[in-house]
């Protein structure tokens, strides 16, 4: 898991970066705020995944009893 939350991670910040260059160069301190925000945001969307597909799989020995 940690593998694709870094992956996630360098994807976001990598999209943000796109979208910000086109406003002109981006100082240290954005950068850094951009990479601690994609960190963040990877981990929660993963995790939000991970409950997701377990429900779902809950839902599917439950219905798999009856």
Known sequence: MKKSEK???ANI???VHIKLDLTG???EKVEKAIRKS???L???LLKIASDE???Q???KEDS???
Do not use: F, I, V
Request: glycine share 4%; net charge neutral; aromatic share 0%.
């Open 7 to 9: 992956q996630l991670a």
């Open 13 to 15: 910040s990598s999209a």
């Open 25 to 27: 160069e981006q100082s």
């Open 38 to 40: 994609a960190k963040k």
């Open 42 to 44: 990877a981990k929660k």
């Open 53 to 55: 597909n377990n429900g």
């Open 57 to 59: 799989e809950k839902d």
């Open 64 to 66: 798999d009893d009856h």
